[in-house]
């Protein structure tokens, strides 16, 4: 970019322009999105500070995990559906609650009734 200037110039004339630099430690780096979450696993993370503004710089490898559909086997929530006549929506969101616990969950709907 700046060919035949050392390491130590440029830091130089960043600093004279108001912009530091501050490595992050970063193991991880999630993107959530509508199509899923953009995951780059040890990144390379820069915190750029530049004229009062902060903004970071991410380099690596980025992976599309997309967006499944419910978190749960399909037969377990159908199996919550028919034992306790409760919609879908609401037997999702107590298996939730209960950490995919297929017996907590029904005994709970079958406790709003």
């Known amino acids: 970019m700046f060919g035949g200037m050392n390491p130590k110039q440029m830091q130089g004339m960043m600093k004279k322009m108001g912009i530091s630099q501050t490595p992050i430690n970063a193991k991880r780096v999630i993107f959530e999105t509508d199509e899923g ?17 902060e903004t970071y710089q991410v380099a690596g490898e980025a992976v599309l995990e997309e967006q499944g559909g419910d978190p749960y086997d399909e037969d377990d929530i159908k199996m919550v559906m028919d034992q306790t006549e409760i919609d879908r929506e609401i037997v999702i969101e107590y298996l939730q609650k209960n950490d995919g616990d297929i017996a907590k969950t029904i005994i709970a709907l079958k406790n709003l009734v």
């Open 37 to 53: 979450d953009l995951v780059i696993d040890n990144p390379d993370v820069m915190k750029i500070m530049m004229q009062g503004q």
